[in-house]
């Protein structure tokens, strides 16, 4: 018969299930990324911010980006790292902790969707309405749109987060590597149906919404570019949706795989070792993809690590 602790203030997290040979490089793998994610996030931030010829939309609105990857980072990856190296009895989080960490982390995947959808009306603009660009995104339009982005966000993980903790806790151990609402209401005795229904409904509007804005963004870009003889608006259209695209893609491709995988419990190891990657990947990736490929930070970059020529006394 299985013991219950109610309302306990201590939970226990599972953790990952890695073996003695693959821990260290796991570890490191771990360790480096999240490095990595800091570093390169943090510094094109900076950029954006230090150089006026980047106080464009464009870059302000994609500042947006690296913020939460380095937000969504902070709260899981150095808490698993030092879980990691605990024996399991040992990997202990309070209550609080762990609805803290829950909804940091659905506020990072929330939010990625949301301001992929507002870049997107950027692009958008910028290429079907190139001449009414600047009347239409001054810095009045950009707080607001930035604002609806973290807002809606801030509302649909407030709302799930507020449903769980209004659930009786019977059971303390977390079964996964860290704390998210799934894994949260789970440790409950009470009926979650409320919970699964808002749950599934929050994760197919979010979906349906973003996938639709950008079905009906790229197609009236699509049909500007396709009518236009413009080699230098195709050229520009291609460059900044493409890359675009590509962060929207991986985003997307990682969220499902996480999503699916929960209904499946006998691949729960690859459930866990997915839901990091859903942090860590796009966190390595987008400033790549969008940031470094930029005309304008890599202008940027090779005038900062450009040898100064010393001149002759």
Not at 41 to 61: A, C, E, R, S, W
Not at 107 to 117: E, I, K, N, R, Y
Not at 156 to 181: A, D, F, Q, W
């Amino acid at each position: 018969m299985e013991n219950y602790t109610y309302n306990s203030f201590t939970l226990q997290l599972e953790g990952l299930n890695v073996s003695k040979d693959s821990l260290y490089p796991m570890f490191l793998l771990f360790f480096f990324s999240y490095l990595f994610i800091m570093v390169v996030n943090v510094g094109i931030t900076v950029l954006v911010f230090i150089d006026k010829n980047l106080h464009q939309p464009m870059y302000l609105l994609f500042c947006n980006l690296p913020f939460n990857d380095v937000l969504g980072n902070s709260i899981l990856v150095p808490r698993l790292l030092i879980d990691m190296l605990r024996p399991p009895s040992e990997r202990l989080i309070s209550y609080y902790e762990c609805v803290a960490q829950a909804f940091t982390s659905h506020m990072f995947g929330t939010t990625s969707v949301t301001v992929l959808m507002i870049m997107a009306f950027d692009r958008y603009v910028a290429i079907c309405n190139p001449l009414r660009y600047a009347t239409i995104m001054t810095n009045k339009m950009v707080i607001k749109l930035t604002v609806s982005a973290w807002g809606a966000a801030l509302v649909l993980v407030g709302i799930l987060l507020g449903l769980t903790i209004r659930l009786n806790r019977c059971r303390t151990l977390i079964k996964s590597p860290y704390c998210e609402n799934a894994s949260l209401f789970k440790l409950s005795c009470d009926s979650v149906f409320i919970n699964n229904v808002y749950g599934l409904t929050f994760t197919v509007v979010l979906f349906t919404a973003s996938i639709g804005s950008m079905v009906i963004t790229y197609t009236n870009i699509a049909v500007v570019c396709l009518t236009s003889n413009s080699k230098s608006l195709n050229s520009k259209a291609f460059k900044t949706c493409s890359t675009h695209l590509v962060v929207y893609l991986i985003m997307v491709l990682t969220g499902v795989a996480n999503i699916v995988l929960h209904r499946f419990p006998q691949y729960t190891d690859y459930r866990k070792l997915t839901s990091i990657l859903f942090h860590i990947v796009p966190g390595c990736l987008n400033p790549i993809i969008y940031g470094v490929q930029s005309k304008e930070i890599r202008k940027f970059l090779s005038k900062l690590f450009e040898p100064k020529k010393i001149l002759p006394s």
